[in-house]
């Protein structure tokens, strides 16, 4: 009666060649998968109150990352020049002093004249507020760029600026909530080109689940 033969060393796959063969489609999507989160959306959770009423601690936002640029995944490098950030954008970058991601309000950039007093901005001359509830002292409104923006002023203005004109290549960010958001008039000027991408939406939001809000 014949006898089946014994397999040979040719006919199956050797240990390292069959997990690199399970293996190998899984890492490929993964890295795919980060290469797009990286270069087209991405989300961000926000740590702190520093963006009230704006954002909230906890809430979950969508991130536009080909809004200032397409970039090379993993890599600063731009492969498509995008819109170029604007006052009044919520962007998402790494903080100048320690690398921390933040993410905050847009306000000025290169060419304009801007000055923070108890907490309002200035620029390029008259004061940016355009309305405000005197049945509630800690709400004021700015109008930023295109953009009407709600402040908390509940804790102060926060830290003054002194008239200053933004350089070229340099922009100036500041929290919503003034008195409590460590922003520019702490760790400086940001580059333009330091800006990630633009906070489009909150799309999570504690105690009200899956939502939809613009930014």
Not at 49 to 60: A, H, K, N, W
């Amino acid at each position: 009666m014949p006898v089946d033969p014994s397999p040979t060393a040719s006919s199956v796959p050797s240990t390292p060649r069959r997990l690199l063969a399970e293996w190998l489609p899984l890492v490929a999507a993964l890295v795919l998968l980060l290469a797009a989160r990286d270069t087209l959306a991405n989300h961000y959770q926000v740590p702190s109150g520093s963006m009230q009423p704006t954002l909230v601690p906890g809430d979950r936002v969508a991130v536009d990352m080909r809004a200032y640029g397409a970039r090379v995944p993993f890599t600063s490098i731009r492969l498509t020049e995008g819109t170029s950030p604007a006052p009044g954008d919520v962007v998402v970058f790494d903080s100048p002093l320690d690398g921390t991601r933040l993410i905050k309000r847009l306000v000025a950039v290169e060419g304009q004249t801007v000055a923070v007093q108890q907490g309002r901005l200035w620029v390029d001359g008259p004061r940016s507020e355009i309305d405000h509830d005197p049945l509630a002292a800690e709400q004021a409104y700015e109008r930023i760029g295109p953009r009407r923006v709600q402040l908390d002023l509940a804790d102060g203005g926060g830290p003054d600026l002194p008239p200053l004109r933004i350089p070229e290549g340099m922009a100036l960010v500041l929290g919503d909530h003034r008195g409590a958001s460590f922003d520019s008039r702490g760790f400086g000027l940001v580059p333009l080109d330091a800006f990630y991408g633009r906070a489009i939406a909150v799309y999570h939001r504690s105690g009200e689940g899956f939502v939809w809000k613009r930014l």
